[in-house]
C-alpha cells in the first residue's frame, strides 16, 4: 500500500513539474507572464464575474453534449459501426470542435489573418452536414426535431451575426438563437447516447436460461 502511495506521489511530482517547465517556457520564451495563463481572464481584467457569462454557459453544454456522445460511441465498440454510432462520432466532433472554437476563440482569431470567417467555418460546416446526413439515417428512431431545432437556432443565429445589422439588441437575438440551438443540440446527443447504451447494454446481457 505504501509503495503504491509513493508511486501515486512521484506521478504527481513529474506532472507538476512539467507544468512548471511549461509555464517556465511561455513566461521567458514567449514574454508571456504565468500569472496570465493560470488566472480567470475577469479576475485578471478585474471585470464583473458575469461577463461573457452566456458564453460560458454555452462551452459548457457544447462539452457536455461532446463527452455524452463519445462516451457512448467509445461504450458500444462492441456493436460494430452502426448508423447510430457514426451519428454519435459526427455530433460529438462537432461539439466538440464548436467547443474548444467558442472557448478559445479561434475562428475569429483566424479571421484576424485576413481570411473571411465563411472560409474559417468550412469544417464546421462540413461536420454539421456530416451529423445532419448521419443523423437522417436514423430519424425514425431518434428525436430528430431537437437536432432540426438545433440547426435552424443555429441558422438564425449565422444569418444575425452575418447580416449588416447595427441596431440595439441584435448581438443578443444572435447569441440567444445560438444559446439556445447548443441547448438542442446537446439535449439531442445525450438522448441518443442514453438510446445507444441502453441498446448496448441490454445486447451485452448474459442469456439466462
Known amino acids: 500500500m505504501a509503495s503504491v502511495r509513493s508511486r ?49 454557459v454555452g462551452v459548457i453544454f457544447w462539452i457536455v453534449g461532446a463527452a455524452a456522445a463519445f462516451q457512448a460511441f467509445a461504450a458500444t465498440a462492441a456493436a460494430g459501426a452502426t448508423p447510430l454510432r457514426r451519428t ?19 475562428h475569429e482569431a483566424v479571421a484576424t489573418t485576413g481570411i473571411p470567417e465563411e472560409v474559417v467555418l468550412v469544417p464546421h460546416m462540413m461536420l ?3 451529423l445532419c446526413y448521419c443523423a437522417y439515417t436514423v430519424r425514425a428512431a431518434t428525436p430528430r426535431l431537437l437536432l432540426v431545432g438545433s440547426v435552424l437556432s443555429m441558422g438564425l443565429s449565422f444569418a444575425a451575426d452575418m447580416a449588416p445589422i447595427h441596431v440595439g439588441g441584435a448581438t443578443f437575438v444572435e447569441e440567444a438563437f445560438k444559446l439556445v440551438g447548443i441547448l438542442f443540440l446537446s439535449t439531442y446527443l445525450i438522448t441518443i447516447s442514453h438510446q445507444a447504451l441502453r441498446h448496448g447494454g441490454a445486447s451485452q446481457r448474459p442469456v439466462i436460461a
Open 8 to 56: 501515486n506521489d512521484h506521478r504527481r511530482h513529474l506532472r507538476f513539474r512539467r507544468h512548471s517547465r511549461s509555464l517556465v517556457v511561455a513566461d521567458r520564451v514567449f514574454g508571456i507572464d504565468y500569472y496570465d495563463l493560470v488566472r480567470d481572464p475577469n479576475a485578471i481584467a478585474r471585470n464583473p464575474g458575469y461577463f461573457g457569462i452566456v458564453s460560458n
Open 88 to 106: 454519435l462520432l459526427a455530433g460529438g466532433l462537432f461539439a466538440a470542435l464548436m467547443g474548444i472554437d467558442d472557448f478559445l476563440m479561434l
Open 128 to 130: 454539421l452536414c456530416a
